[in-house]
């Protein structure tokens, strides 16, 4: 059985832009994946995966019996053709060396590139999900189209008839949404503004409100703001892909630069994206073909972090608190009603 093993245990976000990858090996042969159990979740149903291999590495599956583990299973599916490094630490590289991949392909800029037998360049002015599709390719590849690099989620029936229920209770499932995702891991990366952005929305929308249980404080504040009937409740009660599935109801989606942006793009929902600390030319703006971006263009200090520090390091936190609702609400108006071709 040979084929390709894709390698990515990184967060979220970089999980959904290597799906571009997993397709284009789709076309030469069966791909496996490793992944953590929250990638796992995001690529289920993929038709281009043949197997995902889960690989906690914080928990259970962490130690080194684990580890081992992890590896005896992938090892049971040898010979790969191919493993491609996703994800670039020296763990992951150890871990290519142990499944018996004939071949190990990373980036050149990767921690764990003195264990590979082939590095690509890094091109840091390329979207990640373009970086990553490079992988598949042993010399420079044509500029990719939009449709190759477009990343995809698979949402299943089950998480279609929970949106289903989910926007019916309202008794207006065809009333139009617009959703809005709050949160982030990182505390200078939550636009602060969402409860004043909600109010303005709902007086044409609905609006519903997408994250993880960590989101709730926020997402309570912008429900507790609107009327009852205005708002879809979306916010640590939905599966990944549920969610994807409901932002891909939306006519259009507001986010800060955090995984549902990815789902985003995947789904191919109209994205404003509110970028504070970070900026999209580190390759992580939205993919969607109808988008806008956020950010504030006058700051010596920004980005300051490759991710976005829980607090900004100056204490002023201007390039969030100077984004006004005045500005996000212009951008969302273009993003909904995008100029007609003359
Ligand atoms: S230092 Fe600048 S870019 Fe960083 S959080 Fe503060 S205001 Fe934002």
Redesign the pocket.
Known sequence: MSGSLVIQTSFLGDVILTTPLIAELARRGPVDVLATPIGATALANNPDIRTIIRYDKRGTYGSALGLWQTIKEIRSRRPYDAAYLAQGSFRSGLLSILTGARERIGFASSTGRVLYTRQIPYRPEKHHAERLWSLAFSDCADPPTREQIRPRLYPSDEDRATIDALLRPGGASDEPIVALAPGSAWG?KRWPYYVDLARRIADDFRVAVIGSKADLPIAHEIIEALPPGCVVDGVGRLSLLASAELIGRALAIVTNDSAPQHLASAMGTPTLAIF??TVPEFGFGPLAERKAVAGHGG?T?????RHG?QR???G?????RELTPDYISSLLTEVLNPPVPV
């Not at 200090?301 to 972090?305: G, M």
């Not at 002023?316 to 969030?320: E, K, L, P, S």
């Open positions: 200078t504070g600390p700051l200090c920004r980005p300051c972090d520090p900004c390091p100056l002023h936190w201007r390039c969030m």
